[in-house]
């Protein structure tokens, strides 16, 4: 059992692990732990509500940059949306009385007057508020035998003025438009200005289509945005409102969309039940298990019954096994631990709660068979592979020795001007990094500027599959590829326009001290024959972290750089270099033999 964790609250609910035995390939989870687990989290924040429960205020190491007013509403809303799934899933069952107390609150929430402990900002005042309507919202129509219909006239009225300025175009054109969505599936249900709410699902729908780029990929905006939005957030708003309305030809536009997404998502998940930490927003943790349930719940997957529960509980325990929870049963800031450099300006206290939409799976009855299935194992676990992810020019290389999954980035970006670690770096796993700060960067390829500092990639261009190019200075480029192969990675980058003699730095993964993890790097061609370690600081992992280096300088007005890499759980691995042959045909060709005897051509792509 976790040390870290104790139960906080007015009723005794004991813990999945308590009482189970697991070995390291089953992760046991039945749909009671679950329900524990939820009844747990619930029971946890009790302490921080309001005195007529509008607002949660949970303690945290500082506010959101929407203050402390929204961020008790988004207590609010976000343990709201687990209550609900929790409650609607044992058809309106409700023993620990979340119901009454999250009908006083959204009562209270949208009576008192400004400057009340239990008042809601408005939505016009404060954007956030848009976010957190739509679980409001969702939690209302999940429960509305139970709640919504008990309510008297005046707070049905009032909750509905409230929510109403939902419907409106949202102020951050990316997945926002969902949340307009789902309150208007909530009001459309509810019989409330349905033909406003009906233009603006429609609305919603039409504008998100124009980044629907195929293979079950959408971008999160028009920006080539691609991590875990896209199941959670892109396709589990339409198709949870289609299932939800029973609306059939909706649904069969957003489910094979969503089969598809899921053949290749749950390939991005470790034997351990680690999702891929790259992106941002990593706080949500376990809400990476909603899609898989999502899935099973509409008939849109790949997956077995027993391989969606492998996966999703296999999450949820990955995250309780790791100290997601401090000792009061909060959920933290972080990935296993807290951990601030992560953190994005719109996270407070109690964005975490979002991880409640991992809760989805309870909507189907006991006797489901994601409930009553015999577990499968997951891709990583099976053999290895390597997967084009289909339009976003990015790879995925898993080992089943080790359950280790790793992360190509050759075309996802980050909005901004600066470079953002969560989708800067070229490569990402389940179980390192990235660094952060002004340690040096892991898995990354830079110019050195005369007093050492490396430059930035702030976009990746993809140049087909596991292949892109970013600029680094003005009149420089480099084209960059991957090729992957068990475990071994061949990394190459070719520099253009850079002025001969300019220093180069390629660096390998970031791993910790406890010596589970082997991260290797050898020079090919371009880099001298030595290989460095760095520090690599604080990770999401590690509170220390070290990475390897190799170094070169450019030759000419196109200087190559090749280099092996590998990272593996294994247990005293070969060195890197006996993993590959690699023979360099021209500056845009390289030939690779493997180890195994298979061969391969990687191409850099011209200008």
């Given amino acids: ?23 390291q390939s089953v992760h046991g989870y039945t749909r009671a732990d679950w329900e524990r687990t939820a009844d747990r989290l619930l029971l946890a924040v009790r302490p921080y509500a309001s005195p007529r429960h509008g607002r949660i205020d949970l303690p945290g190491p500082r506010p959101s940059w929407s203050g402390p007013l929204s961020d008790g509403l988004e207590g609010y809303a976000r343990t709201w949306l687990l209550a609900a799934l929790r409650t609607a899933g044992a058809r309106g069952e409700d023993p620990h009385g979340f119901l009454g107390r999250y009908a ?6 949208t009576s008192e007057p400004a400057g009340s402990p239990d008042a809601w900002p408005l939505i016009a005042d404060v954007p956030q508020a848009i976010v957190e309507s739509a679980s409001i919202a969702l939690g209302l129509r999940l429960t509305r035998p139970w709640l919504w219909d008990t309510l008297d006239d005046a707070t049905r009225q009032r909750a509905a003025d409230w929510l109403l300025p939902a419907l409106d175009a949202p102020p951050v ?18 019989g409330i200005e349905t033909d406003r709410a009906r233009k603006t699902i429609d609305r919603a729908l039409a504008h998100v289509e124009d980044w629907y780029l195929g293979d079950g990929w959408y971008s999160d905006g028009p920006n080539r945005s691609f991590d875990h ?35 290749d998502y749950s390939r991005m998940f470790g034997a351990d039940g680690a999702p891929m930490p790259f992106g941002r927003s990593l706080i949500y943790r376990f809400a990476a298990a909603a899609a898989p349930w999502l899935g099973a719940l509409t008939g849109h997957t790949p997956l077995t019954p027993g391989a969606t529960r492998r996966l999703a509980s296999g999450t949820l325990r990955h995250f309780l096994d790791h100290g997601a929870t401090d000792r009061d049963g909060l959920l933290t800031l972080g990935w296993h631990r ?16 979002w991880a409640s939409k991992g809760f989805l799976g309870l909507l189907m009855p006991p ?58 770096r070229f490569a990402y796993s389940t ?3 990235p660094t952060h700060g002004s340690a040096a960067r892991d898995n990354h390829f830079a110019l050195l500027s005369d007093d050492g500092e490396p430059t930035a990639r702030l976009t990746a261009d993809p140049l087909g599959p596991a292949a892109s190019a970013h600029t680094p200075l003005p009149g420089i480029r480099v084209v960059s590829a991957t090729l992957a192969h068990g ?15 300019t220093p180069v730095r390629q660096t390998g993964w970031a791993t910790g001290d406890d010596g589970t993890l082997t991260a290797q790097l050898h020079p090919v061609h371009g880099y001298g024959d030595g290989v460095r370690e760095l520090p690599g600081g604080d990770t999401m992992f590690d509170e220390t972290s070290r990475l390897l280096a190799v170094d070169g300088a450019t030759t000419g007005p196109r200087s190559l750089f090749v280099a092996l890499a590998s990272l593996t759980g294994e247990a005293d691995p070969a060195p890197v270099e006996t993993l590959a042959g690699i023979r360099v045909q021209s500056p845009h060709e390289i030939h690779v033999t493997w180890h195994d005897g298979t061969t391969a051509v990687l191409r850099l792509p011209e200008e």
């Fill in 487 to 501: 475990r071994a990675e061949v990394r190459a980058h070719l520099v253009t326009g850079a002025p001969e003699g």
């Fill in 173 to 190: 054109n990316n997945n926002w438009w969902f949340f307009g969505l789902t309150v208007a599936g909530f009001l459309q249900d509810a």
């Fill in 367 to 424: 006797d489901h068979p994601v409930w009553t299935a015999d577990e499968e194992p997951l891709p990583a676990e099976t053999a290895d592979a390597v997967t084009v992810l289909g339009p976003t020019g990015m790879l995925l290389q898993s080992t089943a020795a080790d359950g280790l999954v790793r992360l190509h980035n050759h075309g996802s970006n980050h909005v901004g001007d600066e470079e953002d670690p969560g989708y800067a």
């Fill in 431 to 433: 179980r390192t990094g």
């Fill in 229 to 263: 939005y896209n199941a959670w957030a892109m396709h589990f708003y339409p198709v949870l409102h289609a299932h939800l309305a029973g609306d059939r030809d909706l649904l069969d536009r957003y489910g094979p969309r969503l089969h598809r997404q899921l053949d």
């Fill in 1 to 23: 059992m976790n040390p870290r964790f104790r139960i906080s609250c007015d009723a005794e609910v004991r813990l999945p692990w308590e009482h189970h035995a697991h070995d």
């Fill in 338 to 353: 807290p951990y601030e450099p992560m953190l994005q300006t719109y996270s407070g206290p109690a964005s975490p709660y």
């Fill in 104 to 109: 006083e609150g959204l009562a209270a929430g």
